[in-house]
């Protein structure tokens, strides 16, 4: 398969001219799960990864976005570049990455990031923002100078593609979208060109 027929290719090629003309995060994208019953939610995350394996992200997973992964393990993921009039949709079936993986994406972040993973009870109630900064300040103490172990509910996913859609707007809407598929990671991917 050439580069123009691989759709992670394409993607790697959209997100790297994305990166010089979006003015901020052009790595977030809109996250979908959906409840066992199919109750769908979706909120924005930082895509951390992408490779022939999937798309990565990370969470709290005790967040409700976690909460719903572990009960239903498919999810999309939606990109939107305004600035240079493109989207890319991903479905998929996830999974968690491995520990290893985990830890070294964890230890690359900012320590203040690190201390809010343990500080955070992601999703849940929160009394007033004095309680977070209070939570911060507490494991700030607790960590001193030392290194920030990964907590134990924290990880990332990674969603190994069965449909990517790359949009790309055309005059008067008729914009062109090209939708790789495949049933499985072994086989090959199949591409259909859809109407706007």
Not at 12 to 20: N, Q, V, Y
Not at 85 to 114: I, M, N, Q, T
Not at 169 to 196: A, G, I, M, N
Request: hydrophobic residues 40%.
């Amino acid at each position: 398969m050439s580069d123009v027929e691989d759709p992670f290719a394409r993607f790697a090629a959209w997100l790297a001219e994305a990166e010089k003309s979006e003015p901020n995060d052009p790595n977030a994208c809109c996250l979908a799960t959906a409840t066992p019953d199919g109750r769908p939610s979706a909120r924005m995350v930082l895509l951390k990864g992408a490779d022939s394996r999937g798309f990565v992200f990370y969470t709290n997973l005790e967040s409700r976005k976690g909460r719903e992964l572990a009960a239903n393990p498919h999810a999309a993921l939606c990109f939107h570049w305004k600035s240079l009039l493109r989207s890319v949709r991903v479905e998929g079936p996830v999974a968690r990455v491995s520990d290893e993986e985990a830890d070294a994406y964890f230890a690359s972040r900012p320590r203040g990031s690190r201390i809010g993973a343990w500080a955070s009870k992601q999703s849940r109630p929160l009394e007033g923002r004095w309680a977070l900064e209070k939570a911060v300040a507490d494991w700030t103490i607790k960590f001193g100078a030392g290194e920030i172990p990964r907590p134990p509910h924290w990880s990332g996913f990674r969603l190994s593609p069965r449909v990517i859609e790359f949009w790309r707007d055309r005059p008067f809407r008729l914009h062109e979208r090209l939708v790789y598929r495949r049933d499985s990671e072994d086989e090959p991917w199949r591409t259909e060109l859809l109407y706007p």
